[in-house]
């Protein structure tokens, strides 16, 4: 399965996530993307570097296209964030960071057991690479 495959067919088509995109690690790119997604210059960089100091999403927040997420848990594994009814969830999986963007339609706990499955995977394919 692509990576992209992992944002259109187990986020996006079941309306688990407004957007959603993975972003390798190692050279701050993105792998794959809703269409909706974009990120500002620096922000990718940024986003890479919270997993390293995850309590500065709670006192600085995340800036993702301009807008500013104000982190509430946050760990070396996952970040919540919101901006009003809005939010988003990160995981760190291994190689990638797979986000998922919500709205006030979605709910958090579904949002973040859909991001945290995608997260899953990737580790599994990953630990298999390695054998």
């Not at 187990?10 to 407004?18: A, G, S, Y």
């Not at 999403?57 to 901006?83: P, Q």
């Amino acid at each position: 399965m692509s990576y992209q495959s992992y944002i259109d067919d187990n986020l996006i088509v079941n309306n688990l996530v407004t957007e959603a995109c993975i972003i390798n690690v190692e050279d701050e790119s993105l792998r794959a993307k809703s269409t909706g997604w974009k990120f500002k210059e620096g922000e990718i960089t940024t986003i890479v570097n919270l997993f390293e100091q995850p309590k500065d999403a709670i006192t600085n927040g995340i800036i993702i296209n301009g807008a500013v997420y104000m982190g509430y848990k946050a760990d070396c594994k996952s970040i919540l964030a919101k901006n009003g009814d809005c939010g988003i969830v990160l995981v760190k999986s291994g190689t990638s960071i797979i986000i998922g963007y919500y709205d006030e339609f979605q709910t958090l706990g579904n949002v973040s057991m859909a991001v945290e499955h995608v997260a899953f995977d990737l580790r599994y394919l990953n630990d298999i690479k390695k054998i």
